[in-house]
């Protein structure tokens, strides 16, 4: 049975809606707001969870940090509360643990001197 381009693309585009709405617990955006009670708990547990926002660009989103017990930040997720973000971070805002841990980042004004 000959296939036509046509065809196909109507059975792939059937076969990815189907996947999309059988799984909802896959979260394009990073922020997974099905995770079951004790994995929740678990996790609050072992970090913990401190409201924050983004400062690399003009948006300012809400985010939450969750630093371990040493106080080291661990992951940066948007702020699922926040209307504007509604959860979500750009690339730039969920790399914001590497800024943190930039060894040249500057953790004192400085002042200029002249020579
Ligand atoms: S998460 Fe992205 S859009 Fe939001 S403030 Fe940070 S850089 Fe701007």
Not at 1 to 25: Q, Y
Not at 106 to 115: A, C, E, G
Request: hydrophobic share 35%; charged share 20%; proline share 6%.
């Amino acid at each position: 049975m000959p296939t036509s381009r046509r065809k196909f693309i109507k059975i792939s585009a059937l076969g990815l809606g189907g996947v999309a709405i059988s799984t909802p617990a896959i979260n394009i955006f990073g922020v997974n707001s099905n995770l079951d009670t004790p994995t929740l708990q678990k996790t609050s547990k072992t970090f913990k969870r401190t409201p924050t926002y983004c400062e690399v660009c003009f948006w300012k989103c809400a985010a939450w940090a969750y630093t371990d017990q040493n106080n080291s930040i661990k992951k940066i997720i948007g702020n699922d509360i926040d209307p504007h973000c509604n959860g979500r971070l750009c690339p730039r805002g969920t790399g914001g643990v590497g800024m943190y841990a930039d060894n040249d980042r500057l953790k004192t004004p400085l002042i200029r001197v002249k020579v």
